[in-house]
């Protein structure tokens, strides 16, 4: 599975940025989906989760009420709509695949390359 991550840019605090990461290959609905965020100097992050059937969601504990991940398993993408962000959001966003959700929190085993979301204060 190959990931590619967009979306990303420059947004004021209070602000709202969607991302896409589009996935190839013809497998995309056996596998969950994952967002995760790593800030400058900082660990990488589990941001947002769903699984395969888009039925199940879940949140890191920062984003939880802001963000919403979703996913349009006939387009092979899976989105993350950010909303109300704050400076502490700030990080390089990366987009994660794996057949066990479980797995996806920890050690997913396909990336995406990151996008960078900016908030301005």
């Known amino acids: 599975v190959q990931l590619q991550a967009s979306g990303g840019g420059l947004v004021q605090a209070g602000g709202s940025l969607r991302l896409s990461c589009a996935a190839s290959?013809?497998?995309?609905?056996?596998?969950?989906m994952g967002w995760f965020r790593q800030a400058p100097g900082k660990e990488r992050d589990f941001v947002a989760g769903i699984s395969s059937s888009g039925n199940s969601t879940y949140y890191g504990g920062s984003v939880k009420g802001r963000f919403t991940i979703s996913r349009d398993n006939a387009k092979n993408t899976v989105y993350l709509q950010m909303n109300s962000l704050n400076p502490a959001d700030t990080a390089v966003y990366y987009c994660a695949a794996d057949r066990n959700p479980i797995v996806l929190r920890t050690a997913p085993d396909y990336w995406g390359q990151g996008t960078l979301v900016t908030v301005s204060s």
């Open positions: 290959g013809r497998t995309f609905s056996s596998y969950a």
